[in-house]
């Protein structure tokens, strides 16, 4: 009986290594599919050289803009063509409509790594520099924009070195569209800086629209945005600032008599990488990336150009007085911004770092 007991005790045991053994390994038929290589959980997954090794990563990319918008639609376009391009070695997510979190979250992911990639707005938690793009009359037209955000310059290399401390990559600036005035009555010296408008204009609570505003010559009331169709309907502000053409047109047509193209602030966004997604790139990678980035930028503002004509264009034809300005004017209200409201910007920013910007705009 024991005899007997041995024998099957032996047969078990061979006939469970022969089972373990089979689950190891063996298969070859893929009936546990593998899962690509995603960097978006700790930013340290995209191990090696991308490049080199041939393997393909696949990035989350935050983007704080709604599916439907220009910049989503750029935003799409730049991801298909980084994947064709590195020959399908890196692959983006595009997670739009803010779905990865508030665009100041994001910004913190990026610097831990936990975000791999995001189009966003500039955080100046951490570095004023980083929000130097929305200083009022940085620029007044889109050729002198993408001249000031070109990589080789000046406000490049301050965010580039500003992002670079706090763990983020700058890919490139991205031109949304030069902000003007709607208005529900004519204004009064409309092109004389620090000349009285005769209206009382909503201004976002920030300081680098107010203290622009005023120097133009308007007395403002500083709100969210969310309250300026009320205060606009009630009479609390007879117009606002804070807009571009679409979105006077888009919202606020049925109030608003007359547009007044100032280009007085660039809605600035930015495309950023985690430096440590960044870093696992191989250097053609870079270059392929860093190229794309700078082309989908440059049409972007080429599209929003188009886009502000289009819908000053749009107004007119609802009856609206849309109201443009020549060069030299335009530049004076530059002059009298950069001469009055930037001193008093200066105090939020490194000693002497305005004073080397308007330099480097010279």
């Known amino acids: 009986m024991n005899k007997k007991l041995k024998k099957l005790a032996s047969l078990f045991l061979v006939l469970s290594l022969v089972f373990a053994l089979s689950a190891c390994g063996g298969n070859n038929g893929g009936s546990q599919p593998s899962t690509p290589s995603t960097s978006g959980d700790s930013g340290s997954s995209n191990s090696g050289d991308s490049g080199a090794s041939g393997d393909s990563v696949t990035l989350k990319m935050a983007n704080q803009h709604s599916s439907d918008t220009v910049a989503n639609q750029l935003d799409q376009e730049m991801c298909k063509r980084i994947e064709e391009e590195t020959d399908g070695r890196i692959k983006i997510e595009l997670y739009s409509d803010s779905a990865l979190g508030d665009y100041t979250n994001v910004f913190d992911e990026l610097m831990v790594g936990t975000i791999d990639m995001a189009h966003i707005s500039p955080v100046e938690t951490y570095d004023s520099r980083v929000s130097v793009t929305m200083l009022p009359y940085l620029a007044f037209s889109y050729d002198e924009l993408l ?51 005769g209206a009382i204009i909503r201004s976002p ?74 870093d696992t790139f191989s250097a053609e990678d870079q270059e392929t990336i860093t190229k794309i980035i700078k082309e989908t930028c440059e049409k972007a503002a080429t599209m929003a150009e188009d886009a502000n004509n289009e819908y000053m264009g749009k107004m007119e034809a609802e009856g609206i007085k849309v109201v443009t300005f020549t060069d030299e004017e335009l530049a004076g209200f530059a002059e009298s911004c950069r001469a009055n409201v930037w001193p008093q910007l200066a105090k939020n920013y490194p000693d002497g770092f305005l004073e080397a910007v308007q330099e480097s705009l010279s």
Request: charged share 15%; proline share 2%.
């Open 147 to 197: 001249k000031v955000y070109d990589e080789d310059g000046f406000l490049f290399g301050q965010l580039n070195e500003a992002l670079g401390n706090l763990g983020i990559h700058l890919g490139g600036v991205f031109c949304e569209g030069f902000n003007g005035v709607g208005s529900m009555q004519e204004l009064t010296n409309d092109a004389a800086p620090n000349a009285e408008k």
């Open 205 to 278: 609570m920030m300081d680098v629209y107010s203290l622009c505003l005023q120097d133009m010559g308007f007395r403002v009331s500083s709100m969210p945005y969310s309250d300026t169709y009320t205060a606009m309907q009630t009479g609390v502000v007879a117009g606002l600032a804070g807009g571009t053409a679409q979105v006077n047109y888009m919202t606020f047509r049925d109030l608003i008599k007359a547009f007044y193209d100032y280009r007085y602030i660039q809605e600035a966004t930015m495309i950023l990488f985690s430096q440590k997604t960044w």
